[in-house]
């Protein structure tokens, strides 16, 4: 089936380096968004990508979407502690039978949790 | 101004037990989604409401799930007979327009299910 992979599941970082989480689709996307979960907390919406090739930068956070749409990753420079966390992937695809406003799901992705040590 | 909100936050359930679960989403989103996250796993898509319509319903795990949001607002999701799977976090979400999957979805704090 329709599948969003993320890697790596798990990462520790001392503060100050970078992290990079990676999300793979076995399908093209229409779009895809990253949200961001703190312990106990909720998602909360980071960034959506839609272009081909698209690459949005917030801060410290870079996000790509790769030139096939089936890829995409999220980079952050530099970590501090407020970046602990689990970063979600979710991949928008078209699904058939289409009805009126519902012709797209979102599909997520694991997530990758990071660390940082202070 | 006022976000999604869930409630009860917490609900610890008898193996057999009906609960419901209650959805306030941000005034005049007309989309919402009910999501289960069990513990270290994404989101699981459950159901997706257009106004008062039920669009896509393909991630209730059985029969004993309903979901309904009557007026267009206010959603909640009942579980029947519950079973220690159904032990997870249940989160709601609302976006504010018809466009499920492009819209930005603004979550609730969730409520926890804890089944005996």
């Known amino acids: 089936g329709q599948q969003v992979m993320q890697i790596p599941q798990y990462q520790h970082v001392q503060e100050g380096e970078d992290f990079t989480t990676y999300c793979n689709s076995s399908?093209?996307?229409?779009?895809i968004q990253w949200y961001k979960q703190r312990p106990g907390g909720h998602p909360v919406f980071l960034i959506q990508?839609?272009?081909s090739g698209e690459v949005k930068k917030q801060k410290r956070l870079t996000f790509q979407f790769g030139e096939a749409k089936k890829n995409s990753s999220l980079h952050i420079t530099a970590t501090q502690t407020t970046d602990v966390g689990t970063y979600f992937c979710a991949g928008s695809l078209r699904v058939l039978p289409s009805n009126a406003g519902n012709n797209r799901k979102l599909i997520w992705g694991l997530g990758t949790s990071l660390g940082v040590n202070p | 101004g006022a976000g999604v909100s869930q409630s009860p936050r917490y609900k610890v359930a008898k193996r057999g037990q009906d609960v419901a679960l209650r959805c306030d989403p941000i005034s005049g989103h007309v989309s919402l989604f009910w999501y289960q996250q069990a513990l270290g796993q994404g989101p699981e898509f459950l159901t997706y409401f257009q106004n008062e319509a039920q669009l896509d319903k393909s991630g209730l795990p059985s029969d004993r799930f309903f979901a309904e949001r009557p007026e267009g607002s206010v959603s909640t999701l009942k579980i029947q007979r519950t079973q220690q799977e159904d032990s997870a976090v249940y989160l709601c979400a609302s976006s504010p327009r018809l466009l499920a999957g492009r819209d930005t979805q603004y979550f609730g704090p969730g409520t926890r299910l804890t089944v005996l």
């Open positions: 990508l839609v272009k």
């Open positions: 399908t093209t996307l229409s779009n």
